[in-house]
């Protein structure tokens, strides 16, 4: 879930995640960098801070994001500290504007590696784009809550109240206009859709006044709000069915992936990933300090960034093997998500093929 504008923090959107902002960061517009066609190259002698070997020469690669690094993409700051090097990759990371810009600048060829959500995936094969996910980086990234006390403990209870959402335009919006539509809500017909602006302490704010009676949003946002003891309960809302959804995805275009060079480069950008999020599961302190070192802003407030930690490692653990794609969550994505933008079929297996996972999980 991801967002506009130039001091946002991060969502993810579900992925649009898609998800993932806080008072703890801003968001940074792209600044674009180039990948290289040349092939990676193997160990060498030199050696990372970590004491792990490094590749004797690094290939610089662009991976666009939706939004700049932070605790929310934790298995991709740790690589980025310890692994990515190791792997012969210099990775130039730059902040796009959404999971949706990122998906229209790898179908114009304009870079090669992204991250974007799983919805954005099939929207653009919908129109024979042929995106491919690599591997999924997490899940379970987008919930809605509500206060104790604002009448609200289903989805369905929204009727004729106010759902808050962070932005109209945000990545979030196909999972929040899916959610709706299973529950047979109508935005503006039978309920009001607010936008509370970015971060927990801007929606903890409009929680506590009343304006709004539940949020859909990133779990980040929740965490922070849980964490400041803003708002005293939050209760989930969201149906069992649309818990544990794959968001973020690492993709590139079919025709990329065809090239043996930008195989294995996107191959090693899911693995460094995969150890990064590795790292953090097994020494989370670790990881915690290794976020605060390269990106400060997301741990002004401590008690925050411990807790953005933890639905950020939850996010990436997998429930089996790392990078997985389970095509019956795809599935209720496109079936219930994503239907409303996609025109005509989605090859699901296609799109969302796991024949790179055992390359990524490899050692």
């Not at 653009?124 to 604002?150: H, Y």
């Not at 802003?297 to 807790?307: F, G, I, L, P």
């Not at 209720?332 to 239907?339: E, G, H, N, P």
Request: charged share 25%; aromatic share 4%; net charge negative.
């Amino acid at each position: 879930m991801h967002h506009r504008g130039n001091d946002r923090g991060p969502r993810r959107r579900f992925s649009r995640v898609w998800l993932l902002a806080l008072a703890l960061s801003g968001l940074v517009l792209l600044a674009a960098g180039c990948g290289g066609d040349d092939g990676d190259s193997g160990g060498g002698a030199a050696a990372t801070s970590t004491g792990g070997e490094q590749a004797a020469e690094t290939k610089e690669v662009t991976m666009l994001l939706p939004f700049r690094e932070s605790i929310a993409f934790i298995g991709l700051v740790v690589a980025q500290d310890r692994f990515y090097k190791q792997l012969g990759l210099e990775v130039k990371t730059p902040a796009t504007d959404g999971d949706s810009f990122v998906s229209q600048q790898l179908v114009a060829g304009r870079e090669k590696f992204g991250l974007t959500g799983a919805p954005e995936v099939m929207i653009a094969n919908t129109k024979d784009q042929d995106l491919v996910s690599v591997a999924n980086v997490n899940r379970n990234i987008f919930t809605m809550v509500a206060p104790d006390g604002a009448g609200v403990t289903s989805v369905q209870d929204l009727r004729g109240k106010s759902l808050g959402v962070t932005d109209l335009g945000g990545g979030e919006m196909p999972l929040v206009k899916g959610v709706l539509h299973d529950a047979g809500l109508k935005e503006n017909d039978d309920l009001k859709l607010v936008v509370v602006g970015e971060g927990g302490p801007a929606v903890a704010s409009a929680l506590k006044n009343g304006r709004i009676d539940a949020f859909a949003g990133a779990i980040n946002d929740v965490a922070a709000i849980q964490a400041s003891g803003a708002v005293a309960k939050l209760t989930p809302i969201l149906p069992e069915k649309f818990n544990d959804l794959p968001s973020n995805v690492i993709v590139a275009k079919a025709s990329t992936l065809q090239n043996a060079a930008d195989r294995e480069t996107a191959i090693k950008l899911a693995k460094g990933w995969r150890m990064g999020t590795e790292f953090a599961v097994n020494d989370p302190k670790a990881a915690l300090a290794i976020a605060c070192k390269r990106v400060p802003e997301d741990c002004q407030n401590m008690k925050v960034a411990q807790a953005y930690l933890d639905v950020a490692i939850a996010a990436e653990k997998p429930p089996q093997q790392w990078g997985l794609h389970d095509i019956e969550k795809n599935r209720t994505v496109k079936d219930s998500i994503a239907a409303a933008q996609i025109k005509g079929d989605v090859d699901l297996e296609k799109a969302f093929t796991n024949e790179y996972i055992d390359e990524v999980n490899a050692e």
